[in-house]
């Protein structure tokens, strides 16, 4: 066997054995589960993560993603919580303590607090005689399956249901709360992923930099109109301010021959696309890649087909989509 064969079968057996953990987790859950998340959304203060070595690492994501999904929630150093950091904690707060065997010296004070100040703690372990897990007052268990090296010696097994326990109490909580896309953004405002969650009214020119004329308007002034405002198209309202049509510099060709003789309404095209104020710029994005356009007018249909602003691929380009 040549050494890309064994590296290539060792990946396929970790993947394997970290795949049926997963399965045996996924049958494993039960009411302690819920148990836990209902006393985590029951929680008036924050939850506290705690762990060390490799269960700290993955303490510290499960904390990052209960945070950004709308649970306060932040970890706290199991040694450093013994030299100060345990004044971090207070009523209204909830542990989760992590400790694959649930012996760890180290959360021995955190666990002895919480204890002494009627904190409530879930434990997340997998050995269910545990003192964490003894000590506990809500039992997170993870099928004990050994660890994919073979040995017992390196996280992954472990590391990787530990991490998927965390992932699954985050969403389940996330989705009671029906904690949507518009409100991750606001944890997540920069980033790939900020703009991927923004919305058309934050990425829109309006007010004055919006083109607009009226529909009798003629096309001389249309022309000025298109021209100041830089973005090579103008809307076309009645008096009452309803978008009617956009004017284009496809239109433009189109009427070439007694151009300047017309006014907006004769030139433009009527019911152009546009879309919501409140919808995502992603959304927008593919509206114009699919019609092949390069700007969108963005009108709220609640406010009587008013043109709000207008949305040009650029602006979505600049904020990281496309």
Do not use: W
């Not at 100040?117 to 372990?125: K, N, Q, Y």
């Not at 050995?127 to 000590?135: A, G, R």
Request: with cysteine; hydrophobic share 45%.
């Amino acid at each position: 066997m040549t050494d890309t064969e064994k590296f290539l079968a060792t990946a396929r057996q970790v993947a394997t054995d970290e795949a049926r953990a997963l399965d045996a987790l996924a049958e494993s859950f039960d009411e302690r589960f819920a148990q836990a998340a209902r006393m985590i959304l029951a929680a008036t203060g924050r939850i506290i993560i705690s762990g060390i070595g490799k269960s700290g690492h993955i303490g510290h994501k499960i904390a990052a993603t209960l945070a950004s999904t709308g649970t306060p929630a932040y970890f706290v150093h199991p040694a450093e919580a013994s030299h100060g950091d345990l004044g971090m904690l207070s009523k209204g707060d909830v542990v989760l303590a992590i400790s694959n065997s649930g012996e760890a010296p180290e959360l021995a004070n955190l666990l002895a607090f919480t204890r002494r100040f009627d904190i409530p703690l879930i434990g997340l372990s997998s050995k269910p005689e545990s003192t964490l897990m003894t000590q506990a007052d809500v039992q997170l268990q993870i099928p004990a399956m050994g660890e994919a090296c073979g040995y017992g010696i390196v996280p992954s097994n472990s590391t990787t249901l530990t991490l998927a326990m965390g992932d699954a109490l985050a969403i389940a909580i996330m989705k009671y709360r029906d904690f949507r896309p518009e409100n991750f953004r606001d944890f997540h405002p920069g980033g790939k992923l900020g703009a991927q969650l923004s919305r058309v009214r934050d990425l829109m020119h309006g007010d004055t930099a919006l083109p607009l004329v009226n529909k009798d308007t003629p096309m001389s002034e249309a022309l000025i109109e298109i021209s100041q405002k830089g973005f090579g198209v103008s809307g076309v309202t009645d008096a009452d301010g309803t978008l009617l049509g956009i004017i284009t510099d496809g239109d433009l060709r189109r009427h070439m021959e007694g151009l300047l003789q017309n006014s907006a309404e004769a030139v433009m095209t009527k019911d152009p696309t546009t879309i919501a104020p409140d919808a995502l710029a992603e959304e927008a994005v593919a509206i114009m890649n699919q019609r092949k356009i390069t700007c969108l007018f963005v009108v709220d249909p609640a406010k009587g087909h008013r043109a709000e602003g207008l949305l040009h691929i650029h602006d979505c380009l600049r904020a990281g989509l496309g």
